[in-house]
């Protein structure tokens, strides 16, 4: 993301003018546009003109729109799954990285006079790249937006992690970056089971299918010449891992493809995993092999915190909170060390269930809160599966620093409410006496 301009003032009224580059772009902007916003960014409408004699003409009209937001809409990009029999890539072909397909749609009723387009006529705008998005927060910035901002706007960003997680015959491939976990391709090839002497002949014919297809897919969707990707991840239950590496390096040789070869010996992670599902991605970031490679980044941060969390949850509840009211009160007493939250919460304005903009605002001030008394907050990307667990938790929790007993705080908190109803009566009746 590029920062074309900025003006904020003290109490928090101004714009941003961001220029998206990618997905993980898209995605930033989805956090941060929130519904009442003004945006202003290129549209296409059709306009009808119509002549002296009453005939009427329809062309399309580029202009600036400045809408008031009233609903956000963000896709992914998809994953398209393959078989064997797709058709395989060149000789010595090397990868590039996979083009920006998420998709981010800002509708609303046009808040600026524009001579195409009366005010109030609804209109939705179309997010493209390298496109400048004019956002103004009528109700002001606050301090997560404007994290969120300069965070989106760190240059050298881009995927860190290809991961593939496979299985006999199926694969995912996976980008992992330090908002997104992006599955960018799938494919699935019949494995007959391996049992008889013919059988056996059979397996390996379609095991060697799979290896062919999962290394044309590789070349396509793995950016493996990119230099911000740290590392290439192999997981998988049982052996196939270690077959999929020895064929990927085999094939890799007789292509001649020495920039892969040269990737796949001193970044590849060979990781266990229960399961050839995307969701065993979760383990991945947990394995020690990646956390020493990985440890600086925020996706493998999210995983050690929230393993940290469900530990604590086994072993200490007391000291594992989660939940909106409960968090709350462990913040109002100090004693939270570190607070998992979703930025799922922060975008509950944008949804048609839950538009109380005072809802984000709560959310802010407890991480404003939080983080004066120097407990370390750490948001979790909803489109990482450690994000969708903690989603699973309602979407916040805490680790606390010292350990609480929740049904004695609920007691407390009781008996102060019973307390200043007593005083707020007693001072209705010394009023009316």
Known sequence: ???VGKYVDKSGAGYVNLRPEDDEDMWHLYNIIQQGDLVRAPAIRRVQNVSATGSTESHRVKLNLTIKVSRVEF?????PSSSADQASSPVGSSSAAPTSTAALHISG?????????K?????????????DVRIEKVDGWDSVALARVEESCVPGRGAEVGAVVCGEGTAAFCLLSQHMTLVTHRISVPIPRK?????????EKAMARFYATLYDAFVRHIPYTSPSLRAIVLASPGWVREGVFNAMMVEAGRRGDKTLSKALREKTVKVHVSSAHVHSLVEVLKSPEIVAQLKETKFAREGIVLDKFFKMLGVDEMRAWYGPDHVRLAADRGAIGTLLISDELFRSSNSDSASDP????????LVEGVQQKGAEVVMFSSMH??????NQLTGIAAILTF???VEVVEAEEREAGEEERRQQEAKTLDGGG
Do not use: C, W
Not at 119 to 131: C, K, P, Q, V
Not at 385 to 390: F, T
């Open 119 to 131: 005010m109030g006529a609804f209109h939705t705008l179309d997010i493209e790249s390298n496109r």
């Open 1 to 3: 993301m590029k920062l």
């Open 109 to 117: 009723p046009v808040a600026s006079e524009n001579r195409h387009v």
């Open 75 to 79: 896709s992914s990009s998809g994953a």
């Open 403 to 405: 350990p609480l007993d």
């Open 195 to 203: 049992a008889s002497a013919p059988g056996t002949s059979q397996y």
């Open 358 to 365: 005072k809802l984000r605002k709560t959310y802010v001030e």
């Open 385 to 390: 599966e450690s994000g969708q667990q903690l």
